[in-house]
């Protein structure tokens, strides 16, 4: 499948206005027999797929990418080839009847991978050209709650990348981390890495999905892997490791030891907030080399008495008085 970066469709600003300033023209009546459509998966392909619906005054039976699809006995799909300057009109199109935030919600569907997604993202938007006014806000509609339903999937999971991501330094200076998203999230947490590891170059790469994230210290790009035998192409071997990488890990490790109470331990809500499936890739979640030992600094108190002094200030204060 093609992947891009293109900055139009990864906008997350606020909402604005122009969905209510540009006039909203009636959508085209889709009065020839319907068709089956079929595009090369991208999200540019299934905007040009939008395109040919009404171009085609056909509403679509099925929209599924090249491939994977499953037309009637006698009727071939309909190839949509992928055409840039028409996926933009439709892009910016759509904020004439929605506003922007709704507009990226759309997009975060096709990024949720879920079955049926395309015939979603188009019930939605020929619902919106309709209706003639805002429909994000219509939970009475089963497809305005599904849409709403995956956006708050996607900013969850969106949000468990962007704290749980690990690196790991190899010898050329480079931090790579793995990752298993359950949706493709990486264009999306994208800008984060970007703006918050701009002096360092990285790789994220997704491990599901076989392709990953470069930031070369001047701007982020997709890449594809290729698949091979025998060795997996994520698996870092310890001769590429920066020589300090271990030693990092091990800090790591121990600060992660030493804030934990042991006390106020909750294996359930611990797993509700860092989900169980993400912890082959924490560094604090891997066996230790050596047994915890807590630092035993803590002064002794006498039972409803001041404060003691730590062993060994007590011993240097006898020397003293000694000498």
């Not at 806000?137 to 709650?145: F, G, K, L, Q």
């Not at 030493?258 to 106020?264: K, M, S």
């Not at 912890?279 to 108190?301: A, D, H």
């Amino acid at each position: 499948m093609p992947r891009s970066l293109p900055s139009r469709h990864r906008s997350t600003a606020a909402p604005s206005a122009v969905g209510s300033a540009l006039p909203r023209p009636a959508a085209p009546a889709l009065t020839n027999p319907p068709l089956d459509y079929s595009y090369d998966g991208s999200f540019e392909g299934l905007l040009s797929v939008l395109f040919a619906v009404y171009d085609r005054k056909a509403a679509p039976n099925s929209i599924q990418p090249t491939g994977s699809t499953q037309g009637g006995l006698f009727a071939q799909p309909v190839t949509v080839e992928t055409h840039e300057p028409t996926a933009t009109r439709v892009w910016d199109g759509l904020l004439r009847h929605m506003d922007q935030e709704a507009r990226t919600r759309l997009f975060h569907t096709f990024l949720s991978e879920q079955p049926e997604r395309e015939m979603l993202i188009f019930r939605y938007a020929d619902l919106a050209m309709r209706a003639g006014r805002d429909i994000s806000e219509n939970y009475a509609d089963e497809t305005v709650r599904r849409i709403a339903r995956i956006a708050q999937q996607m900013y969850r999971e969106k949000h468990r990348m962007e704290a749980f991501v690990r690196f790991e330094k190899t010898a050329d200076g480079l931090f790579h981390a793995t990752i298993e998203p359950d949706f493709d999230v990486l264009p999306l947490i994208a800008p984060h890495f970007t703006r918050r590891y701009a002096d360092q170059r990285w790789l994220i790469f997704d491990q599901r999905r076989r392709y990953g994230l470069y930031y070369d210290l001047t701007r982020t790009d997709v890449v594809q892997f290729e698949a091979s035998s025998g060795q997996r192409s994520t698996d870092i071997s310890a001769t590429v490791l920066d020589e300090r990488e271990p030693l990092f890990q091990l800090l790591w490790q121990a600060y992660f030891d030493h804030v934990n109470i042991p006390e106020r331990r909750n294996l359930k809500l611990h797993r509700r907030h860092m989900p169980l499936r993400y912890w082959k890739y924490l560094s604090e979640k891997q066996p230790r080399e050596q047994r915890f030992e807590p630092i035993r600094n803590k002064r002794p108190v006498q039972p409803g008495g001041p404060l003691l002094p730590p062993p060994d200030a007590a011993g240097a204060g006898s020397e003293a008085g000694n000498g």
